[in-house]
Nanobody
Framework: QVQLVESGGGLVQTGGSLRLSCAASGLYFSAHTMGWFRQAPGKEREFVASIRGSGTSAYYEDSVKARFTISRDNAKETMYLQMNSLKPEDTAVYFC??????????????WGQGTQVTVSS
């Protein structure tokens, strides 16, 4: 059974930083593209970033480029999202997801339960 468990969310002031983690189990981790998505209240879920299985290729949504960094540790079967210079518009529930395909922002088969990130102004 595949499990993805996010952690690291919380309340932070504008300009602050948070590091999200996503611990995976039950899948061949290094063979999966991993992604971060977020959903703000009243809005649809949106893509944030993704990273291929080898960790050598990453892709970001334009609004988070230069502020967020996605990474993974295949030995620990964990993915990370370092979020710097946070803005109130980054407030959302952040989800991690896994895809067996070499994808960017679609065809994710497995999802975590989400972790809340709140950025105060």
């Amino acid at each position: 059974q595949v499990q993805l468990v996010e952690s690291g969310g919380g309340l932070v002031q504008t300009g602050g930083s948070l590091r999200l983690s996503c611990a995976a189990s039950g899948l061949y981790f290094s063979a999966h593209t991993m992604g971060w998505f977020r959903q703000a209240p009243g809005k649809e879920r949106e893509f944030v970033a993704s990273i291929r299985g080898s960790g050598t290729s990453a892709y970001y949504e334009d609004s988070v480029k230069a502020r967020f960094t996605i990474s993974r540790d295949n030995a620990k079967e964990t993915m990370y999202l370092q979020m710097n210079s946070l803005k109130p518009e980054d407030t959302a529930v952040y989800f991690c997801a896994a895809s067996p395909k070499a994808t960017y922002f679609e065809d994710y088969h497995y999802w975590g339960q989400g972790t809340q990130v709140t950025v105060s102004s």
